[in-house]
């Protein structure tokens, strides 16, 4: 098993450009997510999919849209990039189910996202 | 809102030293707790977690206890190894709710 795979590695946009990051996990767990990792403040939640077919806002969605193409892939655009979103990004899945919380998240290896 | 707090680092100790990193939360309910692991260039990797207090999470001797009335899960280990340099993150999972909350990160450094 892969886990969780993330494309591309690195990338660097102009400011106003757009891209989409590209996730994929074959573990077929139901919840995916993305975050983005910035100095000195943890990780904080973009968007998630709880389930194949849903997507929800976390804690900093503006900028961003997702989509949850299939039970595998979940992919994360920025239409018009912007410095502020310069970051690493990380996405994750885990199994989940009604009224249980303990299953852990996987992360995959992250995007180093450049904007300037 | 639900948070978590974790000391900042970095935290430097010599190869066989006794390691411990703090960790307390606030949450409005019973949440279970999580610490993860980032070695450089890597994505994150559950260490340990605990799901009720009083529970212990180990793995790798490092070891995790679920606080409830202090409020904390710190990590601790007895003896540190240079391959356990990396940075330390504390989280938090509410009941009903697919959103970990991380603290800040605890950068771990070993000599030799």
């Known amino acids: 098993n892969a886990g969780v795979t993330q494309t591309p590695k690195f990338q660097v946009l102009k400011t106003g450009q757009s891209m989409t990051l590209q996730c994929a996990q074959d573990m077929n767990h139901n919840s995916m997510y993305w975050y983005r990792q910035d100095p000195g403040m943890g990780l904080r939640l973009i968007y998630y999919?709880?389930?194949?077919?849903?997507?929800d806002k976390g804690e900093v969605p503006n900028g961003y849209n997702v989509s949850r193409l299939n039970k595998r892939e979940f992919s994360l655009r920025l239409e018009s990039a912007a410095p502020s979103q310069t970051s690493v990004y990380f996405c994750?899945?885990?199994?989940?189910?009604?009224?249980?919380?303990?299953?852990?998240?996987?992360f995959g290896p992250g995007t180093r996202l450049t904007v300037t | 809102g639900d948070s978590v707090t974790q000391m900042e680092g970095p935290v430097t100790l010599s190869e066989e030293a006794f390691l411990t990193i703090n960790c307390t939360y606030t949450?409005?309910?019973?949440?279970?707790l999580f610490w993860y692991v980032q070695y450089p260039g890597e994505g994150l990797q559950l260490l340990l977690k605990?799901?009720?207090?009083?529970d212990k999470g180990s793995n790798k001797g490092f070891e995790a206890t679920y606080r409830k009335e202090t409020t904390s899960f710190h990590l601790e280990k007895g003896s540190v190894q240079v391959s356990d340099s990396a940075v330390y993150f504390c989280?938090?999972?509410?009941?009903?709710?697919?959103?970990?909350?991380f603290g800040s990160g605890t950068r771990l450094l070993v000599r030799p």
């Open positions: 994750a899945s885990s199994e989940s189910r009604a009224g249980v919380n303990s299953y852990e998240q996987y």
């Open positions: 949450a409005t309910g019973y949440p279970s």
């Open positions: 605990a799901t009720k207090a009083d």
């Open positions: 989280a938090l999972l509410m009941d009903s709710s697919y959103k970990l909350i």
């Open positions: 999919s709880a389930s194949e077919g849903t997507t």
